[in-house]
């Protein structure tokens, strides 16, 4: 089983920028595609952005697409996400996730991921 740690978390003023770390064990990354999720208090866990497995196509929420770039360096077995111009809503607790072996039938859907990281804290200030 794949375990996923997340790092660079922290606290940042709406507009800024910040950028979350993956690093996951094993010798599998490379065949999986892996995704970022938040989860805010008394909300449900939402998607942010997913990476084909690759790195060769990329899909977002409309609510960051423009704004956060999602990326892979599958020597390292990382997946990032960098994050700009941050807003205050978008405080929350941001998940590394990997995808179940195969194609994705909702990139969105949590039940799509089958390993998770403990997460790490954004908190954006207005």
């Known amino acids: 089983q794949v375990q996923l740690k997340e790092s660079g978390g922290g606290l940042v003023q709406a507009g800024g920028s910040l950028s979350v770390s993956c690093a996951a064990s094993g010798r599998t990354f490379s065949s999986y595609n892996m995704g970022w999720f938040r989860q805010a208090p008394g909300k449900e866990r939402e998607f942010v952005a997913v990476?084909?497995?690759?790195?060769?196509?990329?899909y977002y929420a409309d609510s960051v697409k423009g704004r956060f770039i999602i990326s892979r360096d599958n020597a390292k077995s990382t997946v990032n996400l960098q994050m700009n111009n941050l807003k205050p809503e978008e405080t929350a607790v941001y998940y590394c996730a990997r995808a179940q072996y195969g194609a994705i039938v909702n990139r969105a859907s949590p039940n799509e991921y089958d390993s998770w990281g403990q997460g790490t804290q954004v908190t954006v200030s207005s």
């Open positions: 990476i084909t497995w690759k790195g060769g196509y990329t």
